[in-house]
Each structure stands twice: as C-alpha cells, then as structure tokens.
C-alpha cells in the first residue's frame, strides 16, 4: 500500500466540484486513473474520436473493448449515443467501461439490461467507484491529488481558517 494517500472526503469533494463543461479535466482524470489497472489502455478522445475516449489494445484483433468518460447527468442517453456511434463508425464493441463523476451505478440496470440484450457488457464506473479505489496504486493517487488540486484547493485558498 502507498505511504501517501488521499481522502475519500477530498476527492468526493473534487468529483463534487465537476461541471459539464469539464469533460477535458475528467477525460485526462479518469484516464490516468484507469491506467493502473489497465496498461493497454489507448486514450482517443477529443474531437472526432468515433465514440471512442479511450480502448484497450488488442495485439490480435480489433479492440473489443471502449472507454467513455462524461460528465453529463443523463448517463443513459450517452451511454446509447455512444454504442451507436461506435456501430455507425465500423466498431463492434463487446464491452463498454463507462466513467462518470456521478452517482449512478444504482439507476444503472436498465440500461446494462438492454446493452446485454445486443451483446454489450456494461462495466460503470461511477462516483462511488473512484473514491473507493483512489489509493489502490501511486498512479491513482496522483490523479485524484491532481484534480483535487485544481478543484479543491482554490476555494480552500479562499476559505477562512
């Protein structure tokens, strides 16, 4: 286990923070994060990406497997757009990983429902997942101390001790 670590308070507090207008900043977060458990991970994201914010490379074969980071509130309309544009641009996903900063992995099984039924495997991960595995490695610790640095810190600044 690592000697530094960062509270599940801080980092709720920055995943709290995230505006819609964010998806940048939680793109390269959940990225990081998500490099430690997955080293083939291949981020895409920005404009014209096919639906595709990250994938996890496959030597052997097409990639199976897509990331989609979003902040939006509305998780169930991007999750839907997301599967169809990946379909649309050619790709034939089998599992997606979506990351949101939101709660909602408890609203969610509809949705992984429906994508089982067209042979997609729904793998969120939400708010409650990032707090919880924020000190599982260093990698995830620095990206949660770095988005909690550019969220937290300035209105702790301007707090009154």
Known sequence: MNTISITA?????????????????????ANSFLSSEFPQLRPVGGMH????????????AE???YVQH???????TKIRDTLNTLQTSG???????YCSPHD???KADNIKRELRQKG????????TYFVTFRNESAGRVTA???????LVDPILKGAAV
Do not use: M, N
């Open 49 to 60: 990406d096919a639906g595709r914010d990250a994938f996890l490379y496959e030597p052997d």
């Open 91 to 97: 790709f034939q996903p089998k599992h997606l990983i």
């Open 104 to 106: 909602i992995i408890k």
């Open 120 to 127: 997609v495997s729904l793998d969120l991960r939400d708010r």
């Open 144 to 150: 949660a101390e770095e988005l909690s640095k550019k």
């Open 70 to 76: 979003s902040t939006q509130e509305t998780f169930e």
């Open 63 to 65: 990639p199976g497997v």
């Open 9 to 29: 308070e801080r980092l709720g507090a920055a995943l709290d923070l995230i505006k819609p207008t964010d998806g940048a900043l939680w793109e390269t977060f």
